[in-house]
């Protein structure tokens, strides 16, 4: 019986069935052992068509299921006879897939529906196969279900799904397995009349018809196992041993009088499937209240060298399942101390088994298990776990007693601190103190590990937070997160408790030790979460360097959540800094906060973009500050300017934002744009348009100042170059920066007042107008409305400095060719008193109080210039000489020509300005 036996296992084991007891639970990190499926990537393409072969492959490869079972059935609806089994094998595979993920309900259904419509159509051996194909991925489903339940991961309405899934597929697979002994009997009888091929084609159908009985029964008895765990129904137990023992015994029942595994020929054990059944034998018999031969069943397995490894790893928590199911609580605590390394699974199951029973039972023994199986869930580091089986469970048998019990009804009061925070703050603060109490005593208990010594040190500290009504309980807070900081398991729970000490101390408390604790976060978590939280508050203490705090702000990691707020508040910061720095030190913070500043704009432009208006504001606004930065700062950064000027137009063309009330700033700030970029003319025009709109802004009078004195700038320089480089050739260049001096600086000389204009402003800005409409008149002479132009502008310099000697040597001339010999007579005379006798210009205003003399009394005129013919035999400069002499001549005077020094022995030299 064991050869044939051992046969029949390895036809079957290339199958790879893993058996069911190993649908461990994704949340505790468990793989599921379902019988290894063939992936849909390995069968061969069944489409007709080469655009569907196409597309089966592409959704194969994606795994897009329902698309690929659309198309399978379609393909299948026309297929040829011949082709149809193919295609339905493929199409029952991914059915089988789709029943394996799906978890809505009736999702679940409608693909049970549709394999029942598959299998309608089919019949034969492929009928068989896909029927045992979709009920295996049926059973999965209600596997994986009934194992979250035992491990208290689902509720009893899934529970009652479970078992009624179980039980239909149950009755489903043992159904198949007779139907398929049948067949194996039938076939038998006929092999014993067939010799040659016709005996080896008997022989082949009946190991597959072997193949599927042994299948359908591990299957059945897995289900009927789970159905007995789940409802504690012995009919179910024994109907699932009996199937499992088929898979055992090869077909055979085992002798009644005998003990089975005594029969059982243990080097089987090496194929998964069996060693598998054996487990779920063993977990039926304790069902049974046979202990004596569970035990022999694990036993078997735990000495057997052939068992496999997966199934070995499984044993412990089996075990435990079955001594709770016995209820033999001493033994599934002591084997649960002597089980020196847990996985989370086997640890999360013994909990909620022994917590479950404790729930009902009274006896001592259970609820000293739940204890140590809770204990030794937290005591893991799946606290989590231990206080969600205290919460689903309530037993009195955590009742404050371990750390578990405290922690739990402290993190218990601590929820309800928090829901009622806001609707009963007195009830809410009441609660948190008494939930800090509670942590404070589990946290005092004697040797608890770190991992739990840090959670009831945080939850005591917020806790304590929550409550906290004086300094000094905010304090008290604090040297809870402390301590937390002190046992925290990593950097991110150290960065988390470091944080929670921070925060505590905001409303109040020791700013020196809360200063402290936020330079030790920043200077030791960088890269922390909370990084931009802390810099944010670093910020905000007073006395800081701002620059040194942006700094720190802009080192928040891009996936802090508060990153966009951080860098927001640097901008902030490195904005009001440039404010009052120096001009030496603000170009640097100018060109930092244009970076960042810049880079702001450009994330809150795409939500303007999609309509949203509170972004269109703060576009505006920040636009409004880089565009003041961007064109005070020497040089301007006219890309930075343009950008932010790009950003206004986009959120105004939105309609979420009016920038009327903002546009007198901005064409300031244009026009100073424009005067970077050396577009004078642009702005000037700019500039007019805005004083013709509001005439007294501030932005106005900023903008004509800006423009009158780039202009004045420009003037000078040419002026310059004419002096040393061919005048004539630079002349109607000159004339075209004279004309727009004039045009700027006219509003601010016809109306200072209005424009602020201070003499100390505006004198030079005068001064250069003055000079540039005097070189105008020169270069025409004639005309009468640019003589009366330069005597105006410059009336308004001598208004301002009467004793200049540019502008009095202007009047005397101006004056002059106005035909005011008097005031011409003053402004000469007012120059040569200022200036000494040796100075080339001190000729040039005696000559002119001459000249103006002659006009008004012809015999002082003729005194004067014989007292400086007199004086000064050499007459004066070169440049001055012929027209001494003439006035000489005009009044009659001797004018000595021989023996007279020249003009090197005169000592006087041609003044720079005598030609003008």
């Not at 006929?190 to 009985?213: C, D, P, T, V």
């Not at 009919?235 to 041993?241: M, P, S, W």
């Not at 006219?638 to 009330?661: K, P, Y």
């Not at 208004?799 to 004056?815: H, I, M, S, V």
Request: hydrophobic share 50%; proline share 4%.
């Amino acid at each position: 019986m064991c050869r044939r036996v051992a046969d029949i296992a390895a036809a079957v084991a290339p199958r790879r069935w893993g058996g069911a007891l190993a649908p461990w639970l994704v949340a505790v990190g468990v793989v599921a052992g379902q019988p290894q499926r063939q992936t849909l990537l390995q069968q061969p393409l069944v489409a007709a068509t080469v655009e569907e072969r196409t597309l089966e492959r592409w959704l194969e490869e994606r795994e897009l299921l329902a698309p690929l079972a659309w198309l399978l059935e379609s393909v299948h609806a026309r297929a040829a006879e011949e082709d149809r089994e193919a295609v339905a094998r493929k199409l029952a595979s991914v059915y089988a897939a789709q029943l394996d993920r799906v978890r809505d309900e009736a999702l679940r259904r409608r693909v049970e529906e549709s394999a029942r419509r598959l299998l309608s159509s089919a019949s034969g051996p492929a009928a068989r196969e896909l029927r045992l194909t979709l009920l295996r991925a049926r059973y999965s489903g209600a596997e994986r279900m009934a194992e979250r339940w035992l491990m208290a991961l689902e509720d009893e309405q899934a529970r009652a799904a479970a078992v009624e899934s179980l039980r239909a597929v149950a009755a489903e697979l043992a159904d198949e397995a007779l139907q398929a002994n049948r067949r194996i009997a039938s076939l038998s009888k006929q092999e014993e009349a067939l010799s040659g091929e016709q005996a080896r084609r008997a022989s082949a159908l009946i190991a597959e018809e072997q193949r599927r009985r042994s299948l359908a029964s591990y299957l059945g008895g897995w289900a009927q196992t789970y159905v007995a765990l789940l409802t504690g129904s012995h009919a179910a137990a024994e109907q699932g041993l009996t199937l499992l023992e088929q898979v055992l015994f090869g077909g055979q029942a085992p002798p009644g009088e005998k003990d089975p595994v005594e029969d059982f020929d243990v080097g089987l054990l090496r194929f998964e499937h069996v060693a598998r059944a054996a487990v779920a034998a063993a977990l039926c018999r304790a069902e049974l209240g046979d202990a004596a031969g569970a035990d022999r069943w694990f036993e078997t397995l735990d000495r057997a060298e052939a068992t496999p490894a997966s199934v070995r790893q499984q044993l412990v928590a089996r075990r435990l399942l079955a001594l709770a199911t016995l209820r033999r609580w001493s033994e599934f605590t002591r084997l649960l101390s002597q089980t020196k390394t847990l996985r989370p699974a086997q640890a999360r199951l013994a909990a909620a088994l022994s917590l479950r029973e404790a729930t009902r039972s009274r006896d001592p023994a259970v609820r000293v298990a739940a204890r140590r199986a809770v204990e030794r869930l937290a005591r893991m580091g799946l606290l989590e776990h231990a206080l969600d089986l205290a919460q689903r469970f309530q037993s009195d048998a955590l009742a404050e007693q371990g750390f578990v019990g405290l922690y739990a009804k402290a993190a218990r009061l601590f929820r309800q601190a928090q829901e009622q925070r806001r609707s009963d703050p007195d009830a809410a603060k009441t609660h948190a103190r008494t939930a800090a109490t509670l942590a404070e005593r589990a946290l005092a208990l004697p040797d608890v590990p770190k991992t739990l010594r840090y959670a009831a040190a945080t939850l005591a500290a917020s806790a304590w937070n929550m409550a906290a009504r004086t300094d000094e309980e905010r304090a008290v807070a604090a040297e809870l997160f402390e301590q937390a900081y002190h046992v925290a398991p990593d950097d991110q729970a150290r960065g988390e408790a470091l944080w929670g000490a921070i925060a505590a101390l905001a409303l109040g408390g020791d700013v020196q030790k809360r200063s402290a604790l936020i330079e030790r976060f920043l200077a030791a978590f960088p890269t922390h979460r909370r990084y931009g939280a802390v810099a944010l508050e670093a910020s905000r203490l007073a006395g800081g360097d701002p620059v040194a705090a942006a700094e720190r702000l802009l080192r928040t990691p891009l996936t802090d959540e508060r990153v966009a707020e951080a860098r927001a508040r640097a901008a902030a910061l490195l904005f009001d800094a440039q404010r009052g720095a120096s001009p030496h030190a603000r170009a640097a913070i100018v060109k930092r906060y244009l970076e960042v500043a810049t880079g702001l704009l450009a994330v809150d432009l795409p939500q303007v973009a999609r309509g949203d208006a509170a972004a269109a504001q703060r576009v505006l606004a920040r636009a409004q500050r880089i565009l003041e930065a961007a064109t005070t700062v020497s040089p301007v950064d006219v890309a930075a300017a343009q950008r932010a000027f790009e950003a206004v137009e986009m959120a105004a063309r939105t309609g979420l934002v009016d920038v009327a009330a903002a546009q007198d700033e901005l064409d300031e700030r244009r026009v100073r744009m424009l005067l970077a970029r050396g577009e004078l003319d642009d702005a000037a025009a700019l500039a007019q348009t805005l004083r013709r709109r509001s005439p007294d802004s501030i932005w106005a009078v900023s903008a004509t100042w800006l423009v009158a004195r780039k202009a004045a700038a420009r003037w000078r320089r040419v002026s310059s170059a004419m002096r040393s480089d061919d005048a004539q050739r630079i002349a109607e260049e000159a004339a075209q920066r004279a004309r727009a001096l004039l045009r700027a600086a006219t509003p601010l000389l016809e109306e200072p007042t209005r424009h602020g204009a201070e003499e100390e402003a505006l004198a030079p800005v005068a001064a250069a107008a003055a000079e540039a409409a005097f070189f105008l008149w020169r270069r025409d002479s004639e005309d009468s409305a640019l003589l009366e132009q330069a005597w105006r502008t410059n009336e308004r310099v001598m208004a301002l400095l009467p004793r200049e000697k540019e502008a009095l040597r202007r009047r005397g001339k101006l004056a002059m060719a106005r035909g005011d010999a008097a005031a011409a007579l003053e402004a000469w005379r007012t120059l040569s008193a200022a200036l000494p006798q040796d100075d080339e210009v001190w000729f040039e205003a005696r000559l002119g109080v001459v000249e103006a003399l002659e006009r008004l009394d012809g015999a002082r005129a003729r005194t004067v210039l014989a007292q400086h013919l007199a004086m000064h035999p050499e007459l004066g400069p070169p440049s001055l000489r012929s027209r001494f002499e003439a006035a000489a001549k005009r009044l009659g005077l001797a004018v000595q020509t021989e023996g007279r020094p020249g003009a090197a022995a005169s000592g006087a030299r041609t003044p720079a300005g005598a030609q003008r």
